[in-house]
């Protein structure tokens, strides 16, 4: 979506054609999907005992599949990911997407076997990993720009390059108040197998005020954001964004303070699942009023 929805209105108004098209563009989707798959299959390799407390109903680990066959298959998805990027690279003329893939793969490698259960290194790594595909798409279809001496392609650049801000930050922010919800819907396992998470450290209480602190940020950047479309008449984008996304949001503010239990930290967690999701589904707003972008944005 960020890349038809937002960079591609831009590309258009400048009669660029962008980098990454095709099958190149399937081949840079797939490898972030499957970075992604063999993180999650890698932590749950490592996270046995951890998830044996903290939700035995949902383990697969030894019980759908054997422990040697998922660290196979975590390998094979990682080389599969590392060599679609390369071929990405080949196409876009960079080394962005191949190295960045070795480093998300290696990153949380190094996350499930010991980051995760440092205090807030973990948290901070996944939410800039998340954060990460929406600069790296930005520089293989940008990179035109960025090479460009012209006035028009310098215009373009500041174009893109609030908008990438805009969804990164957005991402970034999000996902780590889920995986600090996470933490403390986990402390029971997590505690008992060593990890020194925020909740674990500082409690509770801090670790409450912690995440509040990031939904009030995020509450004011969208906001904020909404106030300025407003002179260009964005009307069903700020109906959508102060229904779909803000409210929903103060909605997780006002149930932070009252949760008590896991069952509790988990409705949260999925109530901030579905604002990752009208977060990126409004990516098409810039899709529908993409005359405006390209004038004044």
Known sequence: ?????????????????????????????????????????INDYFDLNIDQVNKPDKVIIDRVIRRRKALALHILLSMLAIGFSFIVDLRAGSKIAGLSAIACVILLFFYSTTLKKKFLIGNVLVAAITAWSIIALTWFEGNQFFLSKSRAGNLEIEKIFRLTVLYTGFAFIISLIREVVKDMEDVEGDRKYGCKTMPIVWGYNATKVFVMVWLIVLIAMVGTTQVYVIQFGWWISIVYSVFLIIGPLLNISRK??????????????????????????SMGFFLIYSDVICRYF
């Open 1 to 41: 979506m960020f890349k038809y929805c937002v960079l591609k209105p831009v590309f258009d108004q400048a009669g660029l054609k962008p980098n990454v098209e095709g099958i190149y563009f399937v081949l840079i989707l797939l490898s972030y999907v499957l970075i992604a798959a063999a993180g999650y299959i």
């Open 256 to 281: 932070l303070f009252s949760a008590q239990s896991p069952a509790h930290y988990h409705k949260l967690s999925s109530l901030i699942k579905l604002v990752m999701l009208t977060g990126i589904l």
